[in-house]
C-alpha cells in the first residue's frame, strides 16, 4: 500500500513541476540573427540551439570534442532543415583556444546578435588548466568571462544585442575567495556560478547605453549528462524524474532571453522560470563585483586594449 501512495505523490509532485516550469512562449522568427550557443553539443544547449535554428538563425556550436560537436550540428541540420547551423571548436580551458575560436569567428562572420554561455562542468577536474587555473573554475568562469569581453567589441557594433549567462541558484553559497586553490566540486560549482551572476551584472552596468543587454539565469534542475562525472548519475531514478527538468524544459528561460520582445529593453536581471528570480545578496553586492572584475583581468591576461 505505501508503493501506491508513494507513486501517487510522485505523480503529483511531477504534475506540479510541469505547470509551474516556465516556459518560452515568443514566437519570434530568428532569421538574419547570428548567435553562438557555448557547449552546444548536448543537454540544455543542444535544446537551445536546436529551437534557434528551428526559427531560422544562424547557430555557432562552440563545443570542445569536435566528434560530439559536429554530430549535434548535423543532427540539428537534419531536424531543421537549416544548414546555417555549424561546430566550432573551443575549448573553455584554455584561453588560447578561446582566442582562436574569436578569431576564426570574427573572419568568418560579420556579426553577433547573441551570445549564450551554456557550457558548463562540475566534479569533473580538480587540477589545473595550461593556464595554472583550476579547471571547473576556468570553463565555468574564466573562461566564458574571457570569451565574452573578447566578442564584446562586435556585441556593441551588431546592436541590440544579447549576452546570456546561465548561472544557477547556488550562487547563494559561493565566495570569491580563494578562487584558484582546490576545494570539494561543490564548493567549486558555487563559487563559479556566484562568479558567473557578479560578471554577468557588472557587464550589464560597464555595456549601459550601448545597445548590449546582459542577463543570467538559473535553468532550473536539469537532468541531462551533465551529471555523468558524479554520483547523481548511478543515482537516477523516479525520484529524479519527479524533480528534475528535462533538457527541454532547462532550456526554456536561455529561449526567452534571446528570443523575447520582453526582454529587449531588460539588462542586469537574473531570470528562473521564464520571469525574474530572486538574486542572492552577495551577488547584488557592486563592489565585490567589481574586485572580481579586476581580479578576472589579471588571471585571464586580459591586454590593455581588450578592457572594457
Known amino acids: 500500500m505505501w508503493f501506491f501512495w508513494l507513486l501517487i505523490a510522485l505523480i503529483v509532485i511531477k504534475t506540479y513541476n510541469k505547470i509551474t516550469n516556465g516556459k ?8 538574419g540573427k547570428v548567435v553562438i550557443v557555448t557547449g552546444g553539443n548536448s543537454g540544455i544547449g543542444y535544446e ?10 544562424k547557430v555557432i556550436l562552440g563545443c570542445r570534442d569536435e566528434k560530439r560537436g559536429q554530430k549535434a550540428a548535423d543532427s540539428i541540420v537534419k531536424k ?22 574569436v578569431e576564426d569567428f570574427k573572419s568568418s562572420e560579420a556579426k553577433l546578435d547573441i551570445l549564450i554561455n551554456n557550457a558548463g562542468a562540475s566534479g569533473v577536474h580538480r587540477d589545473r588548466t595550461e ?10 568562469y574564466f573562461g566564458p568571462f574571457l ?11 551588431s546592436a541590440p544585442s544579447r549576452v546570456i549567462i546561465v548561472t544557477s541558484t547556488l550562487h547563494r553559497f559561493g565566495t570569491i575567495s580563494d578562487l584558484n586553490n ?10 563559479s556560478k556566484l562568479c558567473n551572476i557578479l560578471f554577468s551584472n557588472e557587464l550589464a552596468r560597464r555595456l549601459e547605453d550601448t545597445g548590449v543587454s546582459v542577463n543570467s539565469l538559473h535553468p532550473g534542475h536539469v537532468n541531462t549528462s551533465f551529471y555523468k562525472a558524479t554520483i547523481l548519475e548511478k543515482l537516477r531514478t523516479m525520484i529524479f524524474y519527479t524533480f ?17 520582445d520582453d526582454c529587449d529593453e531588460t539588462t542586469g536581471g537574473y531570470f528562473v522560470d521564464c520571469k525574474p528570480g530572486y538574486m542572492g545578496m552577495k551577488a547584488r553586492n557592486e563592489d565585490l563585483a567589481a574586485k572580481l572584475w579586476d581580479m578576472s583581468e589579471q588571471m585571464v591576461g586580459l591586454k590593455p586594449e581588450e578592457t572594457i
Do not use: W
Not at 518560452?24 to 532569421?31: G, K, P, Q, R, T
Not at 570569451?147 to 557594433?157: M, R, S, Y
Open 147 to 157: 570569451l565574452t569581453i573578447l566578442l564584446t567589441p562586435l556585441l556593441k557594433k
Open 80 to 101: 531543421t532543415k537549416n544548414r546555417s547551423v555549424r561546430y566550432m571548436h573551443l575549448d573553455l580551458s584554455s584561453f588560447a583556444s578561446i582566442r582562436k575560436f
Open 244 to 260: 528534475f527538468k528535462n533538457p527541454i524544459e532547462g532550456a526554456q528561460t536561455s529561449l526567452y532571453l534571446a528570443i523575447s
Open 182 to 191: 582546490p576545494h570539494s566540486f561543490i564548493r567549486t560549482y558555487c563559487d
Open 24 to 31: 518560452c512562449y515568443a514566437d519570434n522568427v530568428m532569421s
Open 48 to 57: 537551445t540551439a536546436l529551437e534557434l535554428a528551428r526559427r531560422g538563425a
Open 131 to 140: 593556464d595554472g587555473l583550476i579547471r571547473d573554475m576556468q570553463v565555468n
